[in-house]
């Protein structure tokens, strides 16, 4: 069964530095989201992707926050100058129209910044 | 502020307990309604959904939820658990208006002793 796939599995990194993380979505799915659990909260949307752009983005994602598909199957988010505050679970999800059908969701990047 | 509340944190059941967990929503309009569940270890996984039509859906592993519309509620039921439905469960909503994001409850993590 066709899974959506992330690397790495947990990141550990300074505060200030960038990191990229990465997903591999469903190959025929058309949209992309980036979504984060902070330990002990709620899982929180950050952004939803379609066409090679942009389609929602939430208050989370600031100007320190970008997301690329740079080929036909990665899908990227970056963040620029990391804080300790985005140490969360990242999580990639991928759907294959933007109606009436579930999201499929990745395992997840544990994100550290110390 | 518009949100998802699940209202059960932690629950404890023995097995062949009945099982019924909560979620309210508080958007107006036509909502999409599922229930996820990341299993120890594993990624989010649909249970099941609701798009429209008989209010009572039925999802996998013998789940089932309600859709009540005049309470803004999708609540999760199973009439007997089994040890191996020890799991998170998360409620979410797919608000009006919006490009297919999720917004998710704070979830429920259920343990079943067998």
């Known amino acids: 069964e066709p899974e959506v796939t992330q690397t790495p599995s947990h990141q550990v990194t300074q505060m200030g530095q960038e990191v990229i993380l990465r997903c591999v979505p469903i190959s025929n799915h058309l949209y992309f989201y980036w979504y984060r659990q902070i330990l002990g909260q709620k899982v929180e949307f950050l952004v939803s992707f379609y066409n090679n752009e942009i389609s929602e983005k939430s208050e989370i994602f600031d100007d320190q926050f970008s997301v690329e598909r740079p080929d036909g199957s990665n899908f990227t988010l970056k963040i620029r100058s990391t804080k300790l505050e985005d140490s969360a679970m990242y999580f990639c999800?991928?759907?294959?129209?933007?109606?009436?059908?579930?999201?499929?969701f990745g395992p997840g990047t544990r994100l550290t910044v110390l | 502020a518009q949100s998802v509340s699940q209202h059960n944190h932690h629950v404890i059941l023995s097995e062949a307990a009945s099982l019924e967990l909560g979620c309210n929503y508080s958007y107006g309009g036509t909502v999409n309604l599922f229930w996820y569940v990341q299993y120890p270890g594993q990624h989010l996984q649909l249970l099941l959904k609701y798009f429209s039509g008989d209010p009572l859906v039925k999802g996998i592993k013998g789940f089932e939820a309600e859709f009540i519309k005049s309470k803004f509620s999708f609540n999760l039921r199973k009439p007997s658990v089994q040890w191996s439905d020890t799991a998170e469960y998360f409620c979410a909503v797919n608000p009006p208006s919006a490009t297919n994001k999720l917004i998710f409850g704070t979830g429920t993590l259920l343990a079943v002793q067998p």
């Open positions: 999800a991928s759907t294959e129209s933007s109606s009436y059908n579930e999201q499929f």
